[in-house]
């Protein structure tokens, strides 16, 4: 037991494992947001996402409207919006890579706001310059700028959380404060701006010959400044660097604690010949690239199809603005929805499916012949692709080295800009092949045009890319996707993303030498993390100091003291790890405890087993290897020989109850002998799941 001193004086885990229980893996959306918004430097970040999102609205209210006045010509105004948002977007299909190398390459902190102190400049010049030209052209730099900006925020997000599983909800709160208080901000200040000349009564020309317009540019400035003061002056934390630390040898570790300046700092070439490589060895990258092309050329399908297919649907001008709610509602349902499904499907799972479900959604919108339906189909493309967008950048957040993770977010953020714009370019072409004709559908008129041909299109594409995405992505778990799709239609916990394997066995010397020795075998031999976990119950001296000051004396009452601990370490260590993809052994997990009190104290075996499916969430090794040694043989231990063999002889009944779960290994002989059986085991095991473990030969030859 743990409860007389520090849990990581019990339990031996890899550097980088979480140290702090996950806070309530069922807690309320609401819980969970309060506790990320109680980390001072993510608070204050929020803070100037806020500001920083409160000009970027305003930027395109604002310019907009000064574009149309410093033109006289009608066509020429028609053009400022599109003009604004193309000067916007563009700087997004260029710049967005080297953004990612900057983030990587230097302090992200003074990347944040080196790129403030631009975005304020390019915006003051427009007021002061007052021509047409030059505002389309600030706006492309004040956007390149961003471009700088993003990556090394949303890469230093996740190094200011305290766990890997507050990421999600980081994210969260991102996007609420971006496209949800920061809009109804920019839009309440544009509307108070624009009309507090007419309010007070002052007269035409007091703002100038650009009007109320040059003040609202010269506000988006300073609220670019008030964050780049607040990013320098306020959040230092930005400038933290935190390898996987659990990949990292030790001398490398000490490395990675220095400051960066004194790190040899690889060139701009290597960073980009680094993250290729990356991608085209990382199936969990490649496969989120591969899943986000396909959604985002069929969300452009969407968007570049959307009015004209409103109109196909005869149902009059409002049929455009319902599809536009329907469509946002379900991205805000998406949104809100994905870390209750995470807490039952793997994240790589859920992004898979969420594409390909997305895709059939579509499908069913190209075949609408009516419009409830196609409000109902549309919402549910919406709520697919919202859960989607957030799983992707969660996935970046927690499970991307910190090395990489402004590249690879830099990689995302343009592909996204780059095929949307591509798509919404190519499509009204696309439309143009087909000539519209009016069918009658169950009693229902409806056009087919050619906006059908491309959202059928654009849904077969994304349902085929989520597909090979997930098949990408899946950690190629021995829990097959319809259990874990039955977990989430029941409602239970999820299967983890890593790998859990158990050494189960009569007594605790052999477990634990065992455990170590399949550890250490397995760092060699696996290219994801390895972590050993170890029974916090197996000191004696521990064990019956808890006891003793809890004055425990019945079989009972130290069960419920096992299973505490239990609990403790599952979610303190082990769930983390798992998160985290890495491999956690672990001796004694829940069999070898539970068939000693049952032999041993006479409980209930099944009662236990509930007690332990309580205290670990239901969580079950992937592999369970059971050491089948002599009881007679052993030293004399704590308990009798008689009851060592009815230990062994309930240990032996539950791995042939279970026999896809358990591997039996004879642990008669010498030490060494028996982990090379454990060793050969195992890898036939992980070998025949396709769990990607190196070649036992090729190991054994290194």
């Known amino acids: 037991m743990s409860g007389v001193g520090p849990i990581s004086e019990v339990v031996h885990v890899e550097p980088g494992a979480g140290s702090e229980a996950p806070a309530g893996r069922d807690a309320s959306t609401i819980h969970r947001a309060r506790r990320v918004l109680a980390i001072r430097p993510f608070r204050r970040l929020w803070g100037v996402t806020y500001l920083c999102s409160v000009a970027d609205w305003l930027t395109i209210l604002g310019l907009t409207s000064l574009a149309t006045q410093l033109t006289t010509n009608y066509t020429a105004q028609n053009f400022a919006f599109t003009g604004v948002l193309l000067s916007a977007l563009l700087p997004g299909l260029i710049f967005a890579p080297l953004g990612g190398l900057l983030a990587d390459r230097f302090d992200r902190r003074k990347v944040m706001f080196v790129a403030d102190l631009?975005?304020?400049?390019?915006?003051?010049?427009?007021?002061?310059?007052?021509?047409?030209?030059?505002?389309?052209?600030?706006?492309?730099?004040?956007?390149?700028?961003?471009?700088?900006?993003?990556?090394?925020?949303?890469?230093?997000?996740?190094?200011?959380?305290?766990?890997?599983?507050?990421?999600?909800?980081?994210?969260?709160?991102?996007?609420?404060?971006?496209?949800?208080?920061?809009?109804v901000t920019a839009g309440g200040l544009y509307a108070v701006v624009t009309r507090i000349a007419a309010s007070v009564g002052l007269p035409s020309g007091f703002f100038g010959e650009l009007g109320v317009a040059k003040v609202i540019v010269v506000l988006i400035a300073?609220?670019?400044?008030?964050?780049?003061?607040?990013?320098?002056?306020?959040?230092?934390?930005?400038?933290?660097?935190?390898?996987?630390?659990?990949?990292?040898?030790?001398?490398?570790?000490?490395?990675?604690?220095?400051?960066?300046?004194?790190?040899?700092?690889?060139?701009?070439g290597a960073l980009i010949k680094d993250a290729g490589k990356y991608?085209?060895?990382?199936?969990?990258?490649?496969?989120?690239?591969?899943?986000?092309?396909?959604?985002?050329?069929?969300?452009?399908?969407?968007?570049?199809?959307?009015?004209?297919?409103?109109?196909?649907?005869?149902?009059?001008?409002?049929?455009?603005?319902?599809?536009?709610?329907?469509?946002?509602?379900?991205?805000?349902?998406?949104?809100?929805?994905?870390?209750?499904?995470?807490?039952?499907?793997?994240?790589?799972?859920?992004?898979?499916?969420?594409?390909?479900l997305a895709g059939l959604a579509l499908i069913l919108v190209a075949l609408s012949p009516h419009l409830t339906v196609s409000l109902i189909a549309v919402a549910i493309v919406g709520a697919c692709a919202g859960a989607a967008f957030l799983t992707g950048v969660t996935i970046i957040g927690s499970q991307v080295d910190d090395a990489i993770r402004g590249r690879i977010n830099a990689i995302y953020q343009s592909m996204m800009k780059i095929i949307v714009f591509g798509s919404v370019s190519l499509v009204p072409l696309l439309i143009g092949l087909t000539k519209p004709r009016t069918i009658t559908v169950w009693g229902n008129p409806i056009i087919i045009d050619g906006t059908r041909p491309v959202m059928l299109g654009g849904g077969a594409l994304a349902a085929v890319v989520g597909i090979v995405?997930?098949?990408?992505?899946d950690s190629r778990r021995s829990e097959p996707i319809m259990a874990d799709l039955r977990n989430a239609i029941r409602r239970r916990p999820r299967r983890v993303n890593g790998l859990l394997i158990a050494l189960e066995g009569t007594t605790a010397a052999d477990t634990a030498v065992q455990a170590s020795k399949l550890?250490?075998?397995?760092?060699?031999?696996?290219?994801?993390?390895?972590?050993?976990?170890?029974?916090?119950?197996?000191?004696?001296?521990?064990?019956?100091?808890?006891?003793?000051?809890?004055?425990?004396?019945?079989?009972?009452?130290?069960?419920?003291?096992?299973?505490?601990?239990?609990?403790?370490?599952?979610?303190?260590?082990?769930?983390?790890?798992?998160?985290?993809?890495?491999?956690?052994?672990?001796?004694?997990?829940?069999?070898?405890?539970?068939?000693?009190?049952?032999?041993?104290?006479?409980?209930?075996?099944?009662?236990?087993?509930?007690?332990?499916?309580?205290?670990?969430?239901?969580?079950?090794?992937?592999?369970?290897?059971?050491l089948d040694a002599d009881p007679g043989a052993n030293a004399p231990?704590?308990?009798?020989?008689?009851?060592?063999?009815?230990?062994?002889?309930?240990?032996?009944?539950?791995?042939?109850?279970?026999?896809?779960?358990?591997?039996?290994?004879?642990?008669?002989?010498?030490?060494?002998?028996?982990?090379?059986?454990?060793?050969?085991?195992?890898?036939?095991?992980?070998?025949?799941?396709?769990?990607?473990?190196?070649?036992?030969?090729?190991?054994?030859?290194r």
């Open 279 to 356: 991608v085209r060895s990382t199936p969990l990258v490649r496969g989120l690239l591969i899943g986000a092309a396909g959604a985002f050329a069929a969300g452009g399908a969407v968007v570049g199809s959307a009015k004209p297919y409103s109109s196909s649907l005869l149902a009059g001008d409002s049929a455009w603005g319902l599809l536009v709610v329907a469509v946002f509602i379900g991205l805000a349902t998406g949104m809100g929805g994905a870390p209750k499904l995470a807490r039952r499907l793997p994240h790589d799972r859920l992004f898979g499916i969420s594409i390909v």
């Open 637 to 701: 231990g704590p308990i009798s020989v008689e009851d060592q063999w009815r230990v062994q002889n309930l240990l032996s009944e539950m791995a042939a109850a279970d026999p896809d779960h358990y591997v039996v290994v004879d642990a008669d002989g010498p030490a060494e002998e028996v982990g090379d059986r454990v060793r050969t085991a195992v890898t036939a095991v992980l070998a025949q799941r396709k769990l990607g473990l190196v070649p036992l030969a090729e190991v054994e030859a």
């Open 469 to 473: 995405a997930y098949r990408q992505m």
């Open 519 to 626: 550890a250490e075998w397995l760092r060699s031999a696996s290219p994801r993390p390895v972590v050993l976990a170890a029974d916090p119950a197996l000191d004696d001296e521990r064990l019956a100091a808890l006891i003793g000051n809890a004055s425990l004396s019945g079989a009972r009452a130290q069960a419920l003291a096992a299973a505490a601990v239990r609990a403790d370490i599952v979610e303190r260590n082990v769930n983390p790890a798992l998160d985290g993809g890495a491999i956690v052994v672990m001796e004694r997990f829940v069999d070898s405890p539970l068939a000693h009190l049952s032999a041993v104290a006479g409980l209930d075996a099944k009662e236990l087993e509930g007690l332990a499916d309580w205290a670990t969430g239901r969580l079950r090794p992937d592999v369970t290897v059971l």
């Open 222 to 268: 300073l609220l670019y400044l008030a964050s780049a003061i607040l990013v320098l002056t306020r959040i230092p934390e930005l400038s933290i660097r935190k390898p996987r630390m659990a990949e990292i040898s030790h001398e490398q570790a000490e490395k990675a604690a220095k400051p960066i300046a004194e790190a040899d700092k690889p060139g701009l």
């Open 118 to 183: 631009f975005r304020c400049g390019f915006l003051l010049s427009v007021a002061f310059v007052g021509t047409s030209w030059w505002l389309y052209i600030a706006n492309f730099l004040a956007s390149a700028s961003a471009m700088m900006w993003i990556p090394s925020k949303e890469a230093a997000v996740p190094n200011l959380l305290k766990r890997p599983d507050q990421v999600e909800t980081a994210n969260q709160l991102g996007l609420v404060m971006t496209y949800g208080l920061a809009t």
